[in-house]
């Protein structure tokens, strides 16, 4: 592992922090004008990517039970400029804002291993538990048990705004109802991490253990969309606004750009 001094140097122009290269990229975001943001969990930091560098956002201590120690999933928040972030060390959701300040969220300290995370349009936070293996939903309010869902890794949303949940095996539905419906049948996942629902009508979801990154259609056929080298151990996936799947890869320590033809290159490492 490269000394932390080898990854951070100073712009004394702009007073922030360029990261020479990724540690250990988990989870990769868009905000709402094209910018790429990268979580990273060896670094303990928020990264914007800009200009061709990486700039920090927010940094931790790198300390046990301190803010950011284990980041792993980020996404926008609806205020412009602040994101929310998982961070399953702490045991809490943190808001962070431009300025990189790290908030904790409130909640009902019932987290014990926060992972995915989504915003709904009303602003209230999606959140699944790795431990408790149950999806919350976070407001100013307080903190809601929505469904139990067995082994959740992330949440998003289906193109009529329901809830979907990836699990260490499938795509699941949650109904208003709390009811959990799985959408394919026998699919090949092997670890999975992450899922994005595509403009195109395709979910996409990332897996370490195959190396891939699988194209799921509407009609629940699966299919690998890239497998192999150079992914190492595709986690994070988002898309941005051209089309394109970002992936993080922390074994690669890169965030690669994949078509939807299947073209991969390097965006960042």
């Known amino acids: 592992m490269r000394p932390a001094w080898l990854a951070l140097f100073l712009l004394t122009d702009a007073g922030l922090a360029a990261a020479q290269a990724l540690d250990y990229p988990v989870d990769v975001a868009i905000d709402a004008k094209g910018v790429v943001f990268v979580a990273d969990h060896q670094a303990h930091a928020l990264f914007k990517l800009e200009d ?42 943190y808001r962070i804002d431009a300025s990189g300040n790290i908030d904790p969220m409130p909640d009902d300290e019932h987290f014990v291993t926060p992972w995915g995370v989504a915003v709904e349009p009303s602003g209230a936070i999606l959140a699944v538990d790795r431990v408790t293996e149950l999806l919350r939903r976070v407001t100013a309010d307080g903190v809601t048990d929505l469904a139990r869902v067995q082994a959740p890794r992330a949440v998003l949303f289906d193109k009529e705004g329901g809830i979907v949940v990836l699990t260490d095996r499938n795509l699941e539905r949650v109904g208003d109802d709390g009811k959990v419906e799985p959408l394919l049948h026998s699919p090949p996942f092997e670890f999975p991490h992450d899922a994005v629902l595509h403009p195109n009508g395709n979910y996409y979801v990332s897996d370490g253990y195959a190396r891939a990154i699988w194209t799921v259609t509407p009609a629940g056929q699966v299919s690998a969309l890239v497998q192999g080298s150079p992914l190492q151990s595709p986690q994070g996936l988002a898309v941005d606004h051209q089309g394109n799947l970002l992936v993080a890869d922390p074994h690669a320590r890169s965030i690669f750009q994949v078509s939807t033809k299947g073209e991969v290159k390097v965006l960042t490492h």
């Not at 120690?69 to 959701?93: C, E, N, Q, Y």
């Open 52 to 93: 061709g560098a990486l700039r920090v956002v927010a940094k931790g201590q790198g300390l046990p039970r301190t803010p950011l120690f284990g980041i792993r999933h980020i996404t926008p928040d609806k205020t412009d400029g602040v994101w929310v972030a998982s961070d399953p060390a702490t045991m809490k959701l």
